[in-house]
């Protein structure tokens, strides 16, 4: 059974950094692609970033392009996106998810399994 547990949110101010973890189990991040997707009230679930280990890639959204980075300790099998010069346009529910096929899209709707989000919060 496929489990995604997301860790980390909380209430930043602007310009501040923040991590977020998820515990994956059920699955290996060998042959399954895993993405950081987040939602803000009224608006779509939007991909944040996305990591293939078999297809040896990271992708990330333009809006969080070298602000937000994606790692993962595979030993660990979790992932974390370490956010930085966080701003109010950030906050969102963020939400882990992975698909069963290795190619890491951003894209909502290829990925089959979702943790339950955890909450940020960019306000001064």
């Known amino acids: 059974q496929v489990q995604l547990v997301e860790s980390g949110g909380g209430l930043v101010q602007p310009g501040d950094s923040l991590t977020l973890s998820c515990v994956a189990s059920g699955f290996t991040f060998d042959d399954s692609a895993v993405a950081w997707f987040r939602q803000a009230p009224g608006k779509e679930r939007e991909g944040v970033s996305s990591f293939s280990k078999s297809h040896g890639s990271t992708y990330y959204a333009d809006s969080v392009k070298g602000r937000f980075i994606l790692s993962a300790d595979i030993a660990k099998n979790t992932l974390y996106l370490h956010m930085s010069s966080l701003k109010p346009d950030d906050a969102a529910v963020y939400y882990c998810?992975?698909?069963?096929?290795?190619?890491?899209?951003?894209?909502?709707?290829?990925?089959?399994?979702w943790g339950q989000g955890t909450q940020v919060t960019v306000s001064s």
């Open positions: 998810a992975a698909r069963t096929d290795w190619y890491p899209y951003l894209h909502a709707s290829m990925y089959d399994y």
